[in-house]
């Protein structure tokens, strides 16, 4: 055997070795069924969370037009990158008010979704965590709002109100099927 012969079968013994070793490692347990993550914010006095896959993106906030004939929560829109956004107020929805003044700081978060485009307004987004549900006695307990449930952070550190979008929403703005 040459040498360029011995050089290639030695190449291709150390590949299969190092293919072996790469299929033997653990794969990281999957997540319980339970856990998700979320977009941790501020709304008014309460800490809510949003499912991180109903968040298309966080922008600081921008000056909105005002629309005064809009349901009580709406602050007003907002256009980027050409298309429009109605901005809500998330803690103003959920309470079921008007937001006193135009807000002057704070974030949007731009909600994943085709039509209405929809951004929510937020005292603060604080960022992205890993949560599971309360128990099922506890969370029933502390859950008065059909749109809202609790949920713990994996840590233990926090509480948050998880915010069931849909039926929020439902209320603020037409279905895009409706009418059709």
């Not at 909105?64 to 907002?78: F, K, T």
């Not at 849909?166 to 037409?174: C, F, K």
């Amino acid at each position: 055997m040459s040498t360029a012969e011995k050089a290639a079968a030695r190449r291709e013994r150390l590949l299969d070795e190092r293919t072996a070793l790469l299929a033997r490692r653990r794969q990281p347990a999957p997540l319980p069924a339970d856990v998700f993550d979320v977009v941790i914010c501020n709304a008014g006095r309460l800490a809510c969370a949003l499912p991180l896959e109903a968040v298309e993106e966080v922008l600081p906030f921008r000056p909105c037009v005002p629309v005064p004939a809009g349901p009580p929560a709406l602050i007003g829109l907002y256009g980027r990158t050409g298309r429009a956004f109605s901005v809500i107020d998330l803690a103003a929805a959920m309470a079921g008010n008007r937001q006193a003044e135009m807000p002057a700081g704070g974030h949007f978060l731009v909600l994943r979704r085709a039509a209405p485009r929809l951004a929510l307004w937020v005292e603060r987004a604080d960022g992205v965590a890993r949560v599971q549900p309360l128990d099922a006695e506890t969370a029933q307990a502390e859950a008065a709002d059909s749109t809202v449930r609790y949920v713990r952070t994996l840590d233990g550190a926090r509480v948050l109100a998880l915010v069931d979008l849909d039926p929020l929403l439902a209320t603020l703005v037409p279905s895009p099927t409706a009418g059709a």
